[in-house]
């Protein structure tokens, strides 16, 4: 049985209490794409786990892979175990031999490149992790994978053949000077000794084969998508994307298990009441236009702490939008949905959906595929009958029916729109504050 958790937004819809909820019945936990980009919390009686690149399922001592698909910082991946270890964890991470290294020269890169778009609206706003540059050089055929972290000799010949195009790049392009990560002796050094450690902690795998074995003996595996669907490389909103595929097809080729496999499981979208974003990019239903908007926003901010896990960013605040919802929804043919941060829009005097969108006169249900005519597209709101606070923790205890009416209106609006079922309703962070409907591992 597999379970797949994917973004249906803009990332940072709470895909890390879902998959710490329901990986209680997962035996391993994949990532399957992104890197130290992603930010996803855990909070366990009251305690809070941020983790960038450990799969969220470690805090529950499940395996956790991170798979083939994925750009991997070693620095910050060790940093993290350790982390893990002195707060009394002992984290079981295994990597795939074929994931690509994030190396000190890609992270440079990325600041250099934003800094150098800082003027104009290609900006990105990236996490600065060096993501994109590593994926570059993925597709380009000249980059570090973990297994040649393991054959010092492979390792050299690489760095010794791509280090000098980074350095030629960083003089000669942009005009400042190359420092320690253009060192190929030290890059050698540093990331041979990595090798050493995840030869030591017998840490390496064939991922695919890997998963097969498992899944024979058994297990169950859950996936672990990164960021959302609107910052997918080929279906968000190009370029103010992340360089890799958060939709489920990625699950597939990120962790070298059959998309049949993946199909044959759940597909669960996560899905934020309204919407967040970090970074550039249209979000036409953005609370921004007045400052009545903006008031608004700043309490849902304040509210939902809406600021960016990995590098503290205020998140820019909208209304739910269905286009994109629904663009999700097919994308990764979800099986069934959880919608988090119901709780954050109680009390509110207002709450709307961009039903549609309006474009040169008509009214469309979808999204267009141009980043640009998106960013054309006025939403057609919808509104609703607010709700008030309630005492979150008896709902959770009492179940779907005790959820205030206009809220149970509002989340059925969405399912029924998509045609997907709610297999769970967020109504806080930790693992208590969430309303059961349906386990996906459940039969
Ligand atoms: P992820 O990247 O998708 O895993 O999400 P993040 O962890 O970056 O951001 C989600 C934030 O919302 C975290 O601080 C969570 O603890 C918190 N959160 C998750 N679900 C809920 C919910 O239902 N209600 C509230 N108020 N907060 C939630
Ligand atoms: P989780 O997994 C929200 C955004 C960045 C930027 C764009 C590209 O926590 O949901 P990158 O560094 O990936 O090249 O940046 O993508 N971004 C995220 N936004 N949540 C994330 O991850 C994100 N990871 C990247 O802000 O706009
Ligand atoms: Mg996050």
């Not at 529950?60 to 982390?83: A, Q, Y």
């Not at 020269?105 to 990105?124: G, P």
């Not at 980074?166 to 320690?180: F, P, Q, R, W």
């Not at 970074?279 to 309490?299: I, Q």
Request: proline share 5%.
């Amino acid at each position: 049985m597999t379970v797949t958790i994917v973004g249906s937004q803009l990332g940072d819809e709470g895909k890390g209490a879902l998959v710490d909820l329901w990986g209680g019945d997962a035996d391993i936990v994949v990532r399957y794409q992104g890197g130290d980009n992603a930010g996803h919390t855990v909070v366990e009686d009251g305690e809070e786990y941020k983790l960038s690149l450990v799969p969220s399922g470690a805090v529950r001592d499940k395996v956790g892979v991170l798979g083939n698909g994925c750009v991997i910082n070693p620095r910050t991946l060790f940093s993290e175990i350790d982390d893990l270890r002195e707060r009394g964890l002992d984290p079981d991470v295994r990597l795939a031999k074929r994931a690509h290294v994030i190396m000190p020269y890609h992270r440079r890169l990325d600041n250099i490149e934003e800094e150098a778009k800082a003027d104009s609206d290609l900006t990105v706003g990236t996490t600065g992790r060096g993501i994109g540059p590593t994926y570059e050089d993925k597709a380009g055929r000249r980059g570090i994978r973990v297994g040649d972290l393991l054959d010092p000799d492979v390792l050299r010949q690489r760095l010794e053949y791509v280090v000098p195009q980074k350095k030629a790049l960083i003089e000669d392009v942009y005009g400042l000077e190359a420092g320690e990560e253009c060192d190929v002796e030290a890059l050698v050094e540093e990331f041979t000794e990595i090798g050493r450690r995840l030869r030591e902690d017998d840490m390496a795998v064939n991922c695919g084969d890997f998963l097969a074995e498992r899944r024979e003996a058994g297990d169950n595996v859950m996936f672990e998508g990164a960021q959302g669907t609107l910052i997918d490389i080929d279906h968000g909103s190009y370029p103010y994307v992340t360089s890799s595929n958060p939709t489920a097809g990625g699950a597939a080729t990120g962790t070298g298990v059959g998309p049949t496999v993946v199909g044959q499981g759940e597909v669960v979208g996560i899905v934020k009441a309204y919407l967040s974003r970090v970074g550039e990019g249209p979000m036409p239903t953005e609370l921004k236009d007045d400052d009545r908007e903006e008031e608004l926003a700043d309490f849902i901010r304040e509210k939902g702490g809406e600021f960016g896990t990995v590098t503290g960013r205020p998140r820019r605040i909208g209304w739910l939008d269905m286009p994109m919802l629904r663009h999700a929804a097919r994308v990764s043919g979800f099986t069934g949905i959880a919608v988090n941060h119901l709780d954050v829009l109680a009390g509110l005097d207002e709450v709307k959906v961009g039903h549609a969108y309006e474009l040169e006169g008509d009214e469309r249900l979808t999204m267009p595929a141009t980043t640009e005519r998106w960013g054309e597209c006025e939403p057609v709101l919808k509104g609703f009958d607010t709700w008030p606070e309630v005492d979150w923790a008896a709902v959770t205890e009492e179940g779907y029916e005790a959820i205030p009416d206009a809220a149970q209106d509002y989340l059925e609006y969405l399912s029924d729109e998509i045609d997907v079922p709610i297999y769970a309703v967020g109504v806080g962070p930790g693992r208590e504050q969430t309303v059961h409907i349906e386990n996906p591992f459940d039969d």
